[in-house]
């Protein structure tokens, strides 16, 4: 009897990912062993065809030594390399079955149990057999808690629009830690499908907030004025984080953010908003570029004026003990660049109370922080507003743009 010795039964496994990010799962080499030349011959044919690239050609070739084999040690090493040239082949159907008699031997140690584990639900995936992907992810996740198996099966989950069984997956999630970007995706898809529109607007705040892009921003302060009871009022503040954040695009917003600040009577920021709009080519071209120049010279003229009257402005509100007009005027003299002036004068009405809306005070003292370059006393001061209005969603967007802006 002419004896082979095979060295190397087990070559490595293509990839069989289940996202193109998953690094090659391989086969452990299986022990040396001295196989009959019925059963080694076939096998280190297979070997040798595997090398050269013709995997189907190996497969070929193990049904050879399928017919010959006595024993289960024959059929496990003939196994283990029809593991890897299925696999390599893109036989799903053959893989599935060969990982599947692997695991089912018993001849497999801890670890390569775990590797082969995985990789069956690779190769399940990969075939579209999602249901026994995620049962056979559902058995690991038994012995061990993996975030990666973990993130697989919300992923089959999403693909299979199971949507009960995928949000008890990121409820747990979240439980046990700070959810991916892609899982706070799927959740806010969630809610999206179930109009939870309270639901969505909290998870694409923690999506800005986690992983700050323009898209989950724009999404969130487009979204956030549509929150039950969110105030109008509140309407030029939801701009000026836009403007903070760099999401102003369309001549229309600089338009109507600059009308919004004139109305509140903060003709140098106005001003500051229609400058950049024309920066950025959105203000003075086209059609309306004359009415960009007629709103452009209104501020200038209302700055002016502003700025001529001060010191009157200031005494008539204080002799009306009008704090929330101290307020506004502090606001604008800080966008006008006396920051020290208004801010302490700001400071001062909010202290002096006797205000309608205190907590727009507040988030609005919190921007002139912020307006002024002091980003320490704008976090310390919206950290200080509360309300159900949206004040408190809005103090909690300033301090995740100043902590965390978009890259």
């Given at each position: 009897?002419?004896k082979?010795?095979?060295?190397?039964?087990?070559?490595?496994?293509?990839a069989?990912?289940?996202?193109a990010?998953?690094?090659?799962?391989?086969?452990?080499?299986?022990?040396?062993?001295?196989?009959?030349?019925?059963?080694?011959?076939?096998?280190?044919?297979?070997?040798?065809?595997?090398k050269?690239?013709?995997?189907?050609?190996?497969?070929?070739?193990?049904?050879?030594?399928?017919?010959?084999?006595?024993d289960?040690?024959?059929?496990?090493?003939?196994e283990?390399?029809?593991?890897?040239?299925?696999?390599?082949?893109?036989?799903?159907?053959?893989?599935?079955?060969?990982?599947?008699?692997l695991l089912?031997s018993?001849?497999?140690?801890?670890?390569?149990r775990?590797?082969?584990?995985?990789?069956?639900?690779?190769?399940?995936?990969r075939?579209?057999?999602?249901?026994?992907?995620?049962?056979?992810?559902?058995?690991?996740?038994?012995?061990?808690?993996?975030?990666?198996?973990?993130?697989?099966?919300?992923?089959?989950?999403?693909?299979?629009g199971?949507?009960?069984?995928?949000?008890?997956?990121?409820?747990?999630?979240?439980?046990?830690?700070?959810?991916?970007?892609?899982?706070?995706?799927?959740?806010?898809?969630?809610?999206?499908?179930?109009?939870?529109?309270?639901?969505?607007?909290?998870?694409?705040?923690k999506?800005a907030?986690?992983?700050?892009?323009?898209?989950?921003?724009?999404?969130?302060?487009?979204?956030?004025?549509?929150?039950?009871?969110?105030?109008?009022?509140?309407?030029?503040?939801?701009?000026?984080?836009?403007?903070?954040?760099?999401l102003?695009?369309?001549?229309?917003?600089?338009?109507?953010?600059?009308q919004?600040?004139?109305?509140?009577?903060?003709p140098?920021?106005?001003?500051?908003?229609?400058?950049?709009?024309?920066?950025?080519?959105?203000?003075?071209?086209?059609?309306?570029?004359?009415?960009h120049?007629?709103?452009?010279?209104?501020?200038?003229?209302?700055?002016?004026?502003?700025?001529?009257?001060?010191?009157?402005?200031?005494?008539?509100?204080?002799?009306?003990?009008?704090?929330?007009?101290?307020?506004?005027?502090?606001?604008?003299?800080?966008?006008?660049?006396?920051?020290?002036?208004?801010?302490?004068?700001?400071?001062?009405?909010?202290?002096?109370?006797?205000?309608?809306?205190?907590?727009?005070?507040?988030?609005?003292?919190?921007?002139?922080?912020?307006?002024?370059?002091?980003?320490?006393?704008?976090?310390?001061?919206?950290?200080?507003?509360?309300?159900?209005?949206?004040?408190?969603?809005?103090?909690?967007?300033w301090?995740?743009a100043?902590?965390?802006?978009?890259?």
């Amino acid at each position: 009897m002419i004896k082979f010795r095979l060295a190397h039964l087990g070559l490595a496994l293509a990839a069989l990912g289940f996202t193109a990010a998953l690094p090659v799962v391989g086969i452990a080499p299986a022990h040396a062993a001295v196989l009959r030349a019925e059963v080694g011959k076939p096998l280190q044919q297979a070997q040798s065809l595997m090398k050269q690239g013709n995997h189907k050609g190996a497969l070929a070739a193990l049904r050879e030594a399928d017919k010959a084999a006595r024993d289960d040690n024959e059929r496990f090493l003939i196994e283990r390399v029809r593991a890897s040239a299925s696999s390599s082949a893109g036989d799903w159907d053959t893989a599935a079955r060969s990982f599947e008699k692997l695991l089912d031997s018993g001849k497999l140690n801890a670890t390569e149990r775990s590797q082969f584990s995985e990789g069956l639900v690779g190769i399940y995936m990969r075939a579209g057999d999602l249901s026994k992907a995620n049962a056979t992810i559902l058995k690991l996740l038994k012995d061990r808690n993996d975030p990666k198996l973990r993130a697989y099966l919300m992923q089959n989950y999403y693909k299979q629009g199971n949507v009960a069984a995928l949000e008890a997956e990121l409820r747990n999630a979240e439980k046990s830690g700070r959810l991916s970007e892609d899982e706070l995706g799927m959740l806010a898809n969630i809610q999206l499908k179930k109009n939870d529109k309270a639901g969505y607007v909290n998870t694409i705040e923690k999506l800005a907030s986690n992983y700050p892009k323009t898209q989950y921003w724009t999404d969130l302060l487009n979204r956030v004025q549509g929150k039950p009871g969110f105030s109008n009022r509140l309407s030029v503040d939801v701009y000026r984080l836009k403007l903070a954040n760099n999401l102003l695009k369309k001549p229309s917003e600089y338009m109507e953010m600059a009308q919004l600040v004139m109305q509140s009577r903060a003709p140098a920021e106005a001003l500051k908003v229609i400058d950049k709009g024309y920066k950025a080519g959105a203000l003075g071209t086209g059609p309306d570029a004359a009415r960009h120049q007629r709103l452009k010279d209104l501020a200038e003229k209302n700055l002016a004026e502003q700025n001529k009257n001060v010191a009157s402005l200031e005494a008539e509100y204080r002799a009306a003990n009008d704090n929330d007009a101290l307020v506004g005027l502090g606001y604008a003299l800080v966008q006008a660049g006396q920051a020290d002036k208004g801010l302490k004068m700001m400071e001062s009405a909010i202290k002096a109370g006797g205000l309608r809306r205190t907590d727009e005070a507040k988030l609005r003292l919190g921007e002139a922080y912020a307006a002024a370059g002091k980003k320490q006393q704008a976090i310390s001061t919206f950290k200080t507003v509360s309300g159900k209005e949206g004040t408190a969603d809005l103090a909690r967007y300033w301090i995740m743009a100043i902590n965390r802006p978009i890259a």
